[in-house]
């Protein structure tokens, strides 16, 4: 199940500066390259199979809006609003499937999501591809952890 979220002006609600999708989605950890599986057990001190998250499918700015940072904006949104008591899916990361564009996965790293896989050759493997195949990528999944929002607040709090 998807859930959309828009955010419209206050004076005109026809205008829509921003939207996004979430939906449940989990990282396999079974899948990823030993060096990076490892780290992932080792950052949650835990052994599954997968790790709980929600995706964020899409996310859009107004043309009118954009650069203004509410990009960066609706991501604290989104991470607070699955830290919320409120949050009822227990999920540990954010996840997106980013435009592989030198921006846009700029303006990921800047909200502090990192990638999924170190490489884009073992993104590509993942994904079905053939070791030494030509690697072009549409997109690079990247995850930001909960936790180091829930401890940097925790740490602003004391």
């Known amino acids: 199940m998807t859930s959309t979220v828009c955010f419209v ?22 899948d990823l390259p030993r060096s990076r599986r490892d780290y992932m057990k080792h950052m949650t001190h835990k052994h599954m199979r997968r790790y709980p998250g929600v995706l964020v499918g899409r996310l859009a700015v107004n043309q009118d809006y954009s650069h203004k940072g509410i990009g960066s904006e609706v991501l604290l949104f989104i991470k607070q609003w699955f830290l919320s008591p409120d949050n009822k899916t227990g999920c540990r990361f954010v996840v997106v499937d980013a435009v592989n564009d030198p921006d846009v996965l700029d303006f ?17 493997i993942y994904t079905g591809g053939k070791k030494g195949e030509r690697v072009e990528l549409d997109t690079r999944l990247m995850y930001f952890d909960l936790m180091d929002l829930s401890t940097s607040d925790a740490n602003n709090n004391r």
């Open 9 to 30: 002006l206050e004076d005109d609600p026809s205008i829509i500066v921003c939207a996004f999708t979430v939906s449940n989605d989990s990282i396999r950890v079974y």
């Open 108 to 124: 990921y790293q800047k909200n502090g999501f990192v990638f999924l896989f170190t490489s884009e050759e073992q993104e590509f």
